[in-house]
């Protein structure tokens, strides 16, 4: 197990912002070389096969991403540092997600080698999740398909993500006319655009998911007018909106869109929602386990996946993207455990 810590100890000394992950992918890859372990690559994203790959056989992803936010201001610590003080191992990205990364890696090198699996296993370590962009994922499905079921590494204290939120950010603008503030001219956008606002602060999706709950709609930004005394001809506001599996995306800004006056444009309607049944074998067998099973209200690379998928890994989502972020060490060792412990007794 102590290999795959100094792994995620020079992942963190190794920086890879969004779109900046290759010398993170090259930690990666170097790691596989020296496992014995051939792979391909695609920009900044690494995937392999286990040995005894078979056409015939179903095939479970094991993917997590290499990619970081850039910290946080009120870091205490170094960032780029891996600072251990006892199980605690401090630094960017240890929790989200290099934890996940290097358990689902131990895990499929585990497997690698075993000609008795029912299935076949696909590792993957991508680039880009955490802007939810074009060249990690979206690039590798086609390579790696047809997959069958999907874990996602990300902190989720090796609890099970049944199913996770989409989202969809609205651009939406509200139309006025200008004119002098002193006077009684001009139609004023910003004022049309507080109706339309509190139309969305009162509304309500019919369809409430068992899982996932209700759609959050949450109005997050606010712009308009170039001086205190013109009256703005534009109000620019934006919707943060969290979709269950009961809506696309697509019908979700096609609802405010007549819901509203403003025009409303998406910025993206990709990042559906998605999961699986609670009938499906992984989750009856984590339910079997005692595991507790639960909706995200996050987004993860399962929003691109157009097959069945879950999130799970070591760590605490709560840590994400905070100031000296942290994982256990004990998490690690204890989700590669957990992680072999399924698989050998999943049965797709």
Request: charged share 25%; with cysteine; proline share 5%.
């Amino acid at each position: 197990m102590e290999k795959y810590i100094e792994l995620l100890k020079t992942l963190i000394a190794t920086q890879s912002f969004s779109k900046e992950e290759e010398n993170a992918a090259a930690v990666m890859r170097a790691f596989l070389e020296k496992e014995g372990i051939p792979f391909k690559t695609k920009e900044n994203n690494t995937w392999a096969f286990n040995k005894y790959y078979s056409d015939e056989k179903p095939t479970i992803l094991l993917d997590s991403h290499i990619d970081t936010v850039r910290p946080a201001k009120g870091y205490t610590k170094d960032p780029f540092s891996p600072i251990e003080e006892g199980d605690v191992l401090y630094g960017l990205g240890s929790n989200d997600a290099g934890g996940p990364l290097v358990s689902l890696l131990a895990t499929f090198i585990h497997f690698y080698e075993r000609e008795d699996l029912p299935y076949n296993l696909v590792y993957a370590a991508t680039a880009e999740e955490e802007i939810s962009g074009r060249r990690g994922m979206e690039i590798v499905l086609p390579e790696i398909s047809p997959i069958t079921f999907a874990i996602i590494g990300e902190p989720t204290q090796m609890e099970l993500a049944i199913a996770e939120k989409g989202l969809l950010v609205l651009d939406c603008y509200a139309h006025g006319k200008s004119g002098h503030a002193a006077r009684e001219e001009g139609e004023n956008a910003l004022y049309k655009a507080m109706d339309d606002i509190e139309k969305l602060r009162n509304f309500e999706f019919d369809k409430v998911s068992e899982v996932l709950g209700k759609v959050k709609l949450s109005v997050t930004q606010i712009e308009a007018g170039t001086q205190h005394n013109v009256v703005p001809d534009i109000c620019h506001f934006v919707v943060d909106v969290r979709t269950n599996e009961h809506y696309t995306n697509k019908q979700a800004a096609e609802i405010i869109n007549q819901l509203i006056d403003s025009k409303v444009k998406p910025r993206s309607v990709r990042l559906n929602s998605s999961g699986i049944s609670a009938h499906h074998p992984f989750a009856k067998l984590v339910k079997e386990k005692g595991i507790n099973i639960y909706g995200s209200p996050t987004t993860s690379d399962q929003a691109i996946i157009p097959f069945l998928s879950v999130k799970m890994g070591p760590g605490d989502s709560a840590r994400s993207h905070t100031a000296d972020e942290y994982i256990h060490k004990s998490e690690i060792i204890a989700g590669i455990e957990r992680y072999i412990e399924l698989l050998e007794e999943l049965k797709l």
